[in-house]
Every structure is written in structure tokens, then in C-alpha cells.
Nanobody, 126 residues
């Protein structure tokens, strides 16, 4: 199973970006996919997660109302739409997936995810 993340880039504060994470591989059946980020010198932190088919979502408090996670099942892709980006959100963004159907609290835990993408750099200038 491979996860391919893309869509990062250099933007100014207040701009938007949409990250994509496409899953491929044999018999892959994820029930939860999430986005995490890691800034230089800091620990990896949860950003957002989506569980299906019930479309349960979870967000880091600081991104609520600005970020949206959603899925295109036909393309096996999960997106993270990020609006009103802030300089402190500069980080490498990683997508992750798990076949487990976790409750909300577990969806925030990076150790619950078996599969990880390679990361995509998001840089927000002030």
C-alpha cells in the first residue's frame, strides 16, 4: 500500500492550498485517513481525519473552520483544503491511513495509523 501526498508549496499568509493524498496498492481498504504535520524541530501533530462511510471528521482545534478534509472515493484520494493559512502552519504535511474504524479520540493519534505518505512541504510566508 502506498500513499502519495502532493499539493504543498510556498504561499503567503491568508492564502489557500489543497493537499491531496492518493492511495494505491493491492486490496487496500482504509476506513480512516488523516493528515498530520511536523514543523522543524517539533513533534508530529494531528491536523484532521476522516472516517467513512459515516464521514466522521476530526480537526485540530486551531484549524476548525479553515481546513476541510474530504474524500473522492472514485479516485481513492483524500483532500485537505486549507484556507487562511498562517505562518506558524509551515510544516511538512503527512497523510496516513488505517483499516481500523477508530473513534474520534483515536483518530488523532499518529500511532494508530499503519500507512504513511512521504510528506509534502507547506511554507507560509508572513
Amino acid at each position: 500500500v502506498q500513499l502519495q501526498a502532493s499539493g504543498g508549496g510556498l504561499v503567503q499568509a491568508g492564502d489557500s492550498l489543497r493537499l491531496s493524498c492518493t492511495a494505491s496498492g493491492r486490496a487496500f481498504s482504509a476506513n480512516v485517513m488523516g493528515w498530520f504535520r511536523q514543523a522543524s524541530g517539533k513533534e508530529r501533530e494531528f491536523v484532521a481525519a476522516l472516517r467513512w462511510p459515516d464521514k466522521l471528521t476530526a480537526y485540530k482545534d486551531s484549524v476548525k473552520g479553515r481546513f476541510t478534509i474530504y474524500r473522492d472515493s472514485a479516485k481513492n484520494t483524500v483532500y485537505l483544503q486549507m484556507n487562511s493559512l498562517k505562518p506558524e502552519e509551515t510544516a511538512v504535511y503527512y497523510c496516513a491511513a488505517t483499516s481500523a474504524r477508530y473513534v474520534l479520540s483515536a483518530m488523532r493519534d499518529p500511532f494508530r495509523y499503519e500507512y504513511w505518505g512521504q510528506g509534502t512541504q507547506v511554507t507560509v510566508s508572513s
